[in-house]
């Protein structure tokens, strides 16, 4: 099953999304990751993946239309501007939307590296949690607990 995470910088949420798809549901999801506005990766996303076990540190952002020839399953949105800007994909794949807070936004008003941090490893845990019910939760139409 192929799915694509989408968000609008490919900094972040969408890489830890792929991140943890690769390291969770290897054989089952294949998983790619894009941006609408591609921006380069968040090293407080690859921090917090790494504390948690998983290495994004060599991914790279890319523009949505670098994978448009794709014939995904699944398109997930993971923050609202990708949902609202999401380009029509060919094919039969879906498009679900799973909205996750911005951590770099969140972050932006902390006053330590650990407290910045602190926003980073709570929308980590909430994205691991959502793929954990892959590919279910796609299958029955976006719904997960």
């Known amino acids: 099953?192929?799915?694509?995470?989408?968000?609008?910088?490919?900094?972040?949420?969408?890489?830890?999304?792929e991140g943890w798809a690769r390291a969770l549901k290897s054989g089952v999801?294949?998983?790619?990751?894009?941006?609408?506005?591609?921006r380069?990766?968040?090293?407080?996303?690859?921090?917090?993946?790494?504390?948690?076990g998983v290495d994004i540190s060599s991914h790279k952002s890319k523009h949505v239309s670098e994978l448009a020839r794709i014939p995904f399953d699944y398109v997930v949105t993971?923050?609202?501007?990708?949902?609202?800007n999401c380009p029509v994909f060919p094919g039969p794949g879906r498009r679900?939307?799973?909205?996750?807070?911005?951590?770099p936004r969140l972050a932006a008003g902390a006053k330590s590296e650990e407290e910045a941090l602190s926003h980073y490893r709570r929308v980590r845990n909430e994205i691991k949690a959502f793929i954990e019910t892959l590919p279910q939760s796609l299958l029955a139409g976006g719904k997960y607990a």
């Open 1 to 17: 099953m192929k799915v694509l995470f989408l968000c609008t910088g490919n900094s972040c949420r969408s890489q830890m999304a």
């Open 29 to 38: 999801i294949e998983p790619y990751s894009a941006g609408t506005d591609p």
């Open 40 to 52: 380069p990766l968040d090293p407080r996303a690859v921090k917090a993946m790494s504390e948690a």
């Open 78 to 84: 993971v923050c609202s501007d990708a949902d609202e």
């Open 96 to 103: 679900l939307h799973m909205r996750f807070d911005d951590p």
